[in-house]
């Protein structure tokens, strides 16, 4: 079977899309969708550096640094986020898929690349609304209403765990749906071992954001 891929339609109806994919001989279009989605992480990650957000160590040198030196800081922060955009695509569609490949009884590889293109969609989205939030309410990324961050920060102090439980979402609720229908639909692999690798999967990458966060590293997670 051959079919072009069509990563909004696996967003929209998961199982059709999913099942499509499990029968496609050759995935058509695979590369352009590959490249698609680093062009599109690269632009998000972009364009919230072109609002500054993220750049609140940078502003407090702003007194030290010559006006030169400080146009120069802020070039050189965006490039790095543009570099982070491209970095943050590859981790997502190639080291997550190659973890749940090693659970897989006949999944494709590039099948399980093309499902964390659709996890990558989602996490490009949640990207998005720090834009507003950060903007409008002067909200950083793990206090955002639609996290476990808010809650966490009545709870404790410890900035570590309010960062790790600012990490999971709603849109990690629909990573989560969206990696099980793809691992379980591509590898015919037992529910309690998707869910196993999926879980711990994401735990790694949300421990690796807030460990970034802790150490006041700009994350990429």
Partial sequence: MYREVRLFRGLKHPSIFFYQLSEMEEIKGYKNRIFSLFFLSIAVFGLISSFGIGMGSLSNEIIKLTPTSFELEKFLFFLGRLIAGGLYAAI????????????????????????????????LLEKLTFIPMSLFYSLEWYSSPL??????????????VIYLLGSFSLFKVWVFYIQYKGIKRL????????????LFTNLFFWSLNALLAFLNISTLI
């Fill in 147 to 160: 996290s476990l961050g808010v809650i966490s920060q009545y709870l404790t102090s410890n900035s570590f």
């Fill in 92 to 123: 997502m569609l190639f080291f997550s898929s190659l973890i749940f490949w090693t659970i897989s009884n006949e999944g494709e590889y590039r099948k399980l690349v093309i499902t964390q293109g659709l996890v990558l969609i989602i996490l």
């Fill in 187 to 198: 590898t015919n692999q037992k529910n309690w071992i998707i869910w196993l690798v999926i």
